[in-house]
């Protein structure tokens, strides 16, 4: 009875796993969804389409979305893959372009990046040191 038991456990929580998985391995996007590209003036190798409900970008042949967290695919349906960065010309899209402005940007301007691809205090932190304000703290 107890391997039987074991075994039920072990299936519902591969199934609730796999579930899980599933749920997050893309945007909130419907793919039947056509998209209607516009060319970012600023940028203009990059096109976006403010009729979707989240932000998506197009950039040589490949796709990006930003709802919190930013994603790429090859194609516009998918399959959608987590990235840790977007190019490094996504950068200079406007705030205006954006629903959801992701951190950094502020009405069009990179707040505090200094030309950096993410702010100091995370390049700090991922250089090994210390953000500015725990360096104060502790005297550096």
């Known amino acids: 009875m107890g391997k039987k038991i074991r075994a039920h456990f072990l299936a519902i929580c591969l199934l609730a796993l796999c579930g899980a998985t599933a749920a997050t391995?893309?945007?909130p996007l419907d793919p039947r969804l056509t998209p209607q590209w516009h060319n970012v003036t600023t940028v203009t190798e990059v096109a976006y389409a403010p009729n979707l409900p989240v932000d998506v970008f197009r950039y040589q042949g490949r796709f990006y979305c930003y709802d919190g967290r930013w994603y790429q695919s090859q194609?516009?349906?998918?399959?959608w893959r987590v990235i840790p960065?977007?190019?490094?010309v996504l950068r200079q899209v406007d705030a205006a372009y954006f629903k959801k402005v992701p951190p950094g940007w502020s009405r069009g301007r990179k707040v505090g990046w200094q030309g950096g691809s993410m702010p100091p205090g995370q390049a700090r932190k991922q250089q090994g040191g210390l953000p500015p304000g725990q360096a104060k703290k502790r005297g550096f």
Not at 75 to 79: H, K, N, Y
């Open 25 to 27: 391995a893309g945007p």
């Open 75 to 79: 194609v516009w349906g998918g399959p």
């Open 85 to 88: 960065e977007p190019p490094a």
